[in-house]
């Protein structure tokens, strides 16, 4: 079974420019999670999306970071403009229900260093 | 959700068995704990998880205590390649699919 995947894998940017970040879930999940992780700390959710809609985006800097999940499948997390403290790798994730309880399955990420 | 309290680094030799542990004083009563980790340079992995019974899988165990207060992760037999950062999350209904992580435990294993 393919993972979740993730590109680019690596990203450098100077501040106030943009970047964008890809993200194809495991088939048939209709779930799909943005986390932020910055160095030396756990992962931070920035937004849900259940199938093409967003459930969660209580922790999301709309006013710079915009994210969208196109007929419910491939994900962009978009940063416009980018500042220093935006560095940081950005997980996408992906999960099924099984019975009550939910697993969630973490594609590689993409570190991002704003310069 | 449950704030959860683990120690920042543990060290275990090859072959032997590595017990994480985890407090968690605040669950609730329908409030699962959650077992991921996260290899250098990858996403985080799912381990395991239970509410009130003991659990086993491929993985690993997970021994929760009778009043649910804390836990511990039973790797049986550590490898090198367990050399992890290990977090312990409490996750229920009152805030959906959010998994809420801390700072975890650097598991280090010694050859």
């Known amino acids: 079974e393919a993972g979740v995947a993730q590109s680019p894998r690596y990203k450098i940017i100077e501040k106030r420019q943009s970047v964008a970040f890809w993200c194809n879930p495991i088939?048939?999940?209709?779930?799909l999670y943005w986390y932020q992780q910055i160095l030396g700390q756990g992962p931070k959710l920035l937004i849900q999306?259940?199938?093409?809609?967003?459930?969660?985006d209580s922790q999301l800097p709309k006013d710079r970071f915009s994210a969208e999940r196109l007929k419910g499948v491939d994900s962009t997390l978009k940063i416009q403009p980018a500042k220093l403290e935006d560095s940081a790798v950005y997980l996408c994730?992906?999960?099924?229900?099984?019975?009550?309880?939910?697993?969630?399955?973490f594609g590689p990420g993409t570190r991002l260093l704003v310069l | 959700d449950a704030k959860t309290t683990q120690p920042p680094s543990m060290d275990c030799a090859e072959g032997r068995a590595a017990n994480l542990p985890c407090n968690h004083s605040?669950?609730?009563?329908?409030?699962?704990v959650y077992w991921y980790r996260q290899i250098h340079s990858q996403g985080p992995q799912y381990i395991i998880h239970?509410?009130?019974n003991n659990e086993t899988n491929e993985m690993a165990s997970l021994i929760i205590t009778e009043d649910r207060k804390s836990s511990t992760l039973i790797l049986p037999h550590a490898t090198l390649r367990d050399t992890a950062v290990y977090y312990c999350?409490?996750?229920?209904?009152?805030?959906?699919?959010?998994?809420?992580f801390g700072e975890g435990t650097q598991l280090t294993v010694n050859p």
């Open positions: 994730a992906s999960s099924f229900i099984r019975g009550a309880q939910e697993t969630q399955y």
């Open positions: 088939s048939g999940h209709a779930t």
């Open positions: 999306f259940q199938n093409n809609g967003v459930v969660d």
């Open positions: 605040t669950i609730s009563g329908n409030e699962y």
């Open positions: 239970g509410l009130k």
């Open positions: 999350i409490v996750k229920g209904e009152t805030s959906g699919s959010r998994l809420t």
